[in-house]
Every structure is written in structure tokens, then in C-alpha cells.
């Protein structure tokens, strides 16, 4: 039997919307900022916690964008911010530090959020507004847990608690007003690491370059203890690296499609928890630890210092889809030797890098105007400065050391 009972009046139609307004901007600044400060996280946990709430929160932005077409008000950009809200995403944005930045979203957006949605809910008509309950019962549940993962706020004072908003939801919205446009942070130098991880500019000489070609003659796959070790240490730093990039493409180009920005926000998350899984193997199955070994920001500049296009040509559609080969090749020779736990890991880590192959072709194509040839051609003119490990080649020759048996970059 359906149940019974008066409907509760709730919102109309437009004050629904302007509620979904407001929280959709919280959340398009959440994550742009959060995705332009991941990089200078040091701690390996606070990195990984951002990686996993930005992608959360770029795909909660992907439903509030379609009930927002569903409420009959424009989607892509569904008014702009009135003063209260525009303050909140000022004080957002001027943070000067990763910390201060963390206090803003953890302390301040994010609760002001979930207590908006806590009197949405109360007060919508369960039944005529359905999606919108289903919507924010599933948003509200991740908010509280980021705000647990990544406690900040504790230390906020009581006077800025004090010009806390009320009801988010309840602030005006412009709905013809320009938009608003989002601070951009200025370039990365390098990336941050946990402060006992040392970065040196060789990094770790143990890393030889048979390790990361793809020639089946003189590939190598690390089968001997010590050299899993030094691997496995490797390859959590490549995934800390390639999260970091693509991040980075997320926050410093806003004036992409949405969709690039949840492709982006997709692969910092599975960039993170590739890290993650490399972090909890060494202990348990490897005998080693995150920060045992040297690493190096030398990729990370080289694919850094390129425009959108010139890192989508080299990192997605060289580097990751080059490293799909060495990875079944890995997963096989690992297998075979009866280290199964090692070997699966491979498995997943092959699967992931399909979709982020894909990400260079179709948003490099779109750069392009969408030409799937010229993107191409993009890649192929881009892979000739490369040594057959993917390296620049150019870092050879001005960084002398790096020839034979010393591998100086992050790779995988
Ligand atoms: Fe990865
Ligand atoms: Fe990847």
C-alpha cells in the first residue's frame, strides 16, 4: 500500500531552484579551488582526501546542474552569487596556504552547505519533489563525511563563526548577472610531499631505465625484493604526480566544458587511490614504507611546463597509454612467479588507464575543434623529443647522470 497523508506544501518550483543555485556555486568553487591547491597538500592523506571529495563533488555538481534543467532554470551557469554568497567564495578563494584553504572549505563551506540542505530537506514536499530528496539525502551524507575525513574548522574563532551564513539556500541569486569569474592560482614551482619524503633532483638512483620500456626485449620487471621495493616507492610517486597534473588542467582552465572538469576530477581520484594501493602494499607485501626512498619533481616539471594540449598529448596519450603494455607485462610475470596479491594490483591499474587514455583523446581533440587527425599529428610531432622511456630527451643531455642505470624521473 502507498502511504497516505497530506502533501506537504514545500518549496515552489523557483525557490527550489535558487536553493540548488546557491549550493551549486559552493560547490563549483569547492571544486576548482580544491583541485588548484591538491598539488601543495605535503601530507599524503590530506592529498588523497582531496582527490576523492573533489571527485565527489564534481559529480554532485553534474546532478544539480540536470535538477536545475529539470526546474526549468538554466543549468551551465544558473545566475550568479548575490553578496552573502559572493563572500563566502572570496574568503574561499583568498586563502594563502593549503591550511588556510582547508579551515575555508572544511570550516566554513562545507558545514554551511550541509546545514542548508538539512532545512531543504526538512521542508521539501517528499513526494511532488522526490528527486530532489533522493538528491540531497545522497549529497548531505558525503558532505559530512568529507567534513570528517578532513576535519578543519575545530580551530575557526567564534567571530568568524559568527558571520557564518544562516540558510545558504535562502540567499538571493542574480539570475541575470555576469558570471562570476575564478581565481586562478598562480603556477606550480614543484608539487609538495609529506616533509620525511626527501626530493632530490635524481631521485632514486636505484630506478633503472629497463623499467619502464616498452621494448619486450629489454623490458625488466621487478622481480627481486630490493628492486620491488624501490619500484613499488617509484610508482606511488607517479601516481602522487599524475593526480597532481591533472588537477591542475582541471583548476587552471576553467573555461573548459563541465564535463572535462569531471573527466579530470575522475582520474585525480583514481591517481590518488593508485597511490593509496602502492602505500598500503609496500608494508604488507614489500617490507618497505612511503618515504624510504629519494623521489624527484623532474616529470612533473617536464609535462607541467606544457599548455593543456601539450600535457594531454604527453602524459594521457604517451606516457599512461604506453605504460598499459608494461602493466599487463607486469601483471603476468608477477603472476607466474605466485605473487598473485602484486600481480592483481596491475589489474586494476590497467583497467583505470583506459579511461585516462581516453581523457587525452577526447579533450585534446576538442582543443583541436575537435579534429581526431590533428590531435594526432599533436602527439606524434610531441613523442619525438622523447627517449624510449618517455623521458624528455633533452633532460638527458642537460642532466648529465641520467644516461644509463640512472633513472631521474617518476615514472611508471
Ligand atoms: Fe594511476
Ligand atoms: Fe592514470
Not at 532554470?73 to 584553504?101: F, N, Q
Not at 563525511?145 to 567571530?159: T, Y
Amino acid at each position: 500500500m502507498l502511504e497516505g497523508g497530506p502533501l506537504r506544501r514545500g518549496y515552489d518550483v523557483d525557490e527550489n531552484a535558487i536553493r540548488f543555485s546557491n549550493y551549486f556555486h559552493v560547490l563549483r568553487e569547492l571544486v576548482h579551488m580544491s583541485c588548484g591547491w591538491l598539488p601543495l597538500a605535503a601530507e599524503f592523506e590530506t592529498k588523497y582526501r582531496l582527490g576523492d571529495h573533489v571527485h565527489d563533488d564534481a559529480r554532485a555538481i553534474s546532478k544539480l546542474r540536470r535538477r536545475l534543467y529539470e526546474l526549468r532554470h538554466p543549468s551551465d551557469y544558473p545566475g550568479s552569487p548575490g553578496d552573502e554568497l559572493a563572500g563566502l567564495l572570496d574568503r574561499l578563494e583568498a586563502a594563502a596556504s593549503t591550511g588556510e584553504y582547508l579551515e575555508t572549505a572544511y570550516g566554513e563551506a562545507k558545514p554551511v552547505l550541509v546545514a542548508a540542505i538539512r532545512v531543504h530537506l526538512d521542508n521539501l514536499d517528499p513526494v511532488s519533489d522526490e528527486p530532489s530528496l533522493r538528491l540531497l539525502t545522497k549529497l548531505a551524507a558525503n558532505q559530512e563525511r568529507h567534513m570528517k575525513e578532513l576535519a578543519a574548522g575545530s580551530r575557526q574563532s567564534a567571530e568568524q563563526r559568527s558571520e557564518r551564513i544562516e540558510d545558504l539556500g535562502a540567499l538571493p541569486i542574480a539570475l541575470k548577472g555576469e558570471p562570476r569569474p575564478l581565481r586562478i592560482l598562480p603556477p606550480l614551482t614543484d608539487p609538495a610531499r609529506d616533509e620525511f619524503v626527501e626530493v632530490t633532483d635524481e631521485g632514486d638512483p636505484f630506478l633503472r631505465q629497463e623499467l619502464y620500456v616498452n621494448d619486450p626485449e629489454l623490458n625488466h620487471v621487478p622481480i627481486e625484493a630490493e628492486e620491488q621495493r624501490h619500484f613499488f616507492h617509484g610508482l606511488m610517486d607517479a601516481e602522487l604526480t599524475a593526480a597532481e597534473l591533472m588537477a591542475r588542467n582541471s583548476h587552471e582552465h576553467p573555461e573548459m566544458p563541465w564535463d572535462f572538469h569531471v573527466d579530470m576530477a575522475r582520474q585525480t581520484w583514481d591517481e590518488v587511490r593508485h597511490a593509496k594501493v602502492h602505500y598500503m602494499l609496500m608494508p604488507t607485501e614489500l617490507g618497505c614504507r612511503w618515504g624510504d626512498y629519494p623521489v624527484t619533481f623532474s616529470y612533473f616539471r617536464s609535462i607541467y611546463a606544457h599548455d593543456l594540449l601539450g600535457r594531454l598529448a604527453l602524459f594521457n596519450s604517451t606516457s599512461e597509454q604506453r605504460a598499459m603494455w608494461r602493466h599487463s607485462r607486469r601483471r603476468e610475470a608477477l603472476m607466474q612467479r605466485g605473487q598473485e596479491k602484486v600481480a592483481m594490483v596491475f589489474d586494476y591499474l590497467l583497467a583505470d588507464e583506459v579511461p585516462h587514455v581516453h581523457n587525452g583523446v577526447r579533450w585534446g581533440a576538442h582543443l583541436l575543434g575537435g579534429d581526431d587527425s590533428a590531435y594526432r599529428a599533436k602527439v606524434s610531432e610531441l613523442r619525438e623529443s622523447l627517449d624510449e622511456t618517455g623521458a624528455p630527451q633533452s633532460q638527458t643531455v642537460e642532466e648529465p647522470g641520467l644516461g644509463v642505470g640512472g633513472s631521474t624521473t617518476s615514472r611508471r
